[in-house]
């Protein structure tokens, strides 16, 4: 048995490479595996410089290409589509199952063994890798396929042979020719998105893909003047992408605040670890045996006391027989190590918590940026820099406006992110001056990262991306908040359905007008989507158009 297949494979391998007869199996195994083109370079790069020995066994370009060579057109448009599916899934589980190798075996250098057993436990879904690149490859495929189907019935429609169906269905003619039920069409592969298991992965793939076809849908009303008219000069110099941050740190700040299991955990500890002078570590001498307050324990306890109306500090040193000086339950009781030694000149317990050895809200605040803003600068000079390494042939060629670009962009998130988070904390302070206690007691977390949010107006330029990447992060907190609180019931598989609306948009304003969909990699990964190949559409019709005017004149 094994001798007979040994002799079939071999006289396989002989027939590619001298023209003989090839069963099907083999000739379906290679057109699913490489495209002619691709062998060519393969052939061109690899095989040629092989021994002669593994020259002979391979075939020529050309025979190859007769080999994979489909009988029609569609054929090879098929095969082309489920072979970038077969690599995608391929691809896509590698680097899954890679992360997750990776990940366990730190976890289990860190101790987080028992946990991993807990978490199994509960009972994951299965083969999750396998499902997550099954529904992406599935959606790539089938994407190109209902593409071309469309293209396809519009083409046939608009044949004369189909002139008595145009007159018997003026509706479903009108439908199915026009311009962008292809784009629409082909989005109904966004159901695939199901294959993949039910948790936050999906959740945070639909709301991206909502933001972004929010974002390109606005570029492309933009773009063809209906908000701003003809004239974009019209537009107001001061309205941006910026303005969503007020909101988005606003509710962020207030579900870190009272919501914390519906905040990002990794946001959380980037603020607390960047509230110097409002987040009270515990101090070096202080007694090892006595407990301190953690970071979210502090954060509780504010929470606490906004929901207590913000009462009035009662110092423990100008009232040492007072048993309890701090009101509420334990969340407010654990701050007591951090109150008990607060400078009796304040006045309100919130100001003893966030900033106890100083009774100045002002010069709390000029400390802040004193301290935070050094260190904020370090982090962003060093992510920036980084990234600015990959662009290493404008810095050789212009240094200076490479350098200044940079030092720019460095600046302004530094400020941006130093600001909201400061003011943030001390419009709290601020709030205890203009406001009775009684006031929007709780209203006031989302008030104070409203300002805090202000601050995006100083990188305004050229950090749309960072807004929007926040903007998503409130639109999953809100959705986790709304569901906690019974504001609102989800739907089944409703993150599915999100989805499928957001590519159907993209797929749309991509067909109307390429040049809204922002980014050469996110148009041209559009364009692997639909099976035009790995172009940019938005630089092919500016081409096109470049070529008409010089026609004209």
């Known amino acids: 048995m094994s001798s007979s297949s040994r002799r079939s494979s071999s006289s396989n391998i002989s027939n590619i490479s001298k023209g003989g007869p090839i ?88 101790g987080g063994a028992a946990k991993t057993v807990n978490a199994a436990a509960v009972g994951p879904p299965r083969y999750k890798n396998a499902r997550v690149a099954l529904s992406f490859s599935s959606i790539l495929l089938f994407h190109r396929l209902l593409h071309r189907f469309f293209l396809r019935i519009r083409s046939s429609l608009n044949e004369d042979n189909a002139a008595p169906f145009r007159r018997r269905n003026p509706g479903i003619t009108k439908a199915l020719t026009s311009k962008y039920t292809p784009a629409l069409g082909a989005s109904l592969a966004g159901f695939l998105l199901g ?69 990002p955990e990794a946001f959380g500890a980037f603020i607390l670890k960047r509230s110097p002078e409002y987040i009270q570590t515990r101090p070096a001498d202080y007694l090892s045996n006595k407990p301190w307050p953690h970071t979210f324990d502090i954060v509780d306890g504010l929470a606490e006391i906004s929901k207590l109306k913000w009462p009035p500090f009662v110092s423990p040193i100008l009232f040492p027989n007072n048993k309890q000086t701090l009101p509420g339950s334990l969340a407010v009781q654990r701050l007591a190590p951090i109150t008990a030694p607060a400078h009796p000149g304040t006045k309100h317990t919130s100001c003893a918590v966030l900033h106890p ?31 600015a390494l990959l662009g290493y042939k404008s810095l050789i060629a212009a240094p200076a406006p490479f350098l200044n670009r940079v030092s720019k962009r ?37 008030l104070g990262g409203f300002l805090g949010g202000m601050w995006a107006f100083v990188a305004r330029h050229r950090e749309r991306d960072n807004f929007m990447y926040s903007l998503r992060m409130s639109m999953d907190s809100l959705w986790k908040v709304g569901k906690k609180h019974g504001w609102w019931r989800g739907v089944k598989n409703g993150d599915v359905l999100v989805f499928v609306a957001s590519l159907a948009l993209v797929d749309f304003v991509y067909e109307k007008n390429p040049g809204a969909v922002q980014g050469k990699m996110i148009r041209k990964g559009m364009g692997m989507l639909r099976g035009d190949g790995w172009v940019d559409r938005a630089e092919a019709v500016k081409e096109v158009e470049e070529k008409e005017e010089k026609k004209l004149q």
Not at 72 to 96: C, I, K, P, Q, W
Not at 378 to 386: H, I, N, S
Request: aromatic share 16%.
């Open 23 to 110: 069963d099907p199996i083999t000739r379906t195994a290679l057109r699913y595996t490489i495209s002619p083109r691709e062998y060519e370079l393969l052939h061109a790069y690899l095989i040629s410089r092989a021994p002669a020995k593994v020259q002979k066994k391979t075939p020529s370009p050309p025979r190859y290409e007769k080999i994979t060579a489909s009988s029609s057109e569609g054929g090879d448009y098929n095969t082309a589509a489920v072979r970038a599916a077969l690599r995608v899934f391929v691809g896509l589980y590698s680097v899954l199952k890679g992360i997750e190798v990776v990940t366990g075996a730190i976890a289990k250098r860190r």
């Open 195 to 263: 294959l993949s298991p039910s948790d936050q992965m999906r959740v945070t793939i639909a709301i991206y893909a909502l933001s972004r076809s929010l974002e390109y849908g606005y570029n492309a009303l933009a773009e063809n003047g209906y908000i701003w008219g003809k004239d974009s000069e019209s537009r107001p110099w001061w309205f941006g992408s910026w303005m969503l941050v007020p909101f988005t740190c606003g509710q962020l700040l207030h579900a870190f605040v009272f919501d914390r299991d519906c905040f």
């Open 357 to 387: 050895h100083d009774p100045s809200c002002a010069r709390t605040y000029l400390k802040y940026w004193i301290t935070a803003f050094p260190a904020i600068a370090k982090f962003f000079t060093l992510f920036y820099g980084a990234f």
């Open 410 to 446: 460095i600046l302004a998130m530094s400020i941006f992110v130093a600001g909201s988070i400061g003011t943030s904390w001390g419009s709290i302070c601020l709030f205890h001056t203009f406001l009775p206690r009684t006031t929007l007691p709780t209203q006031r977390w989302f």
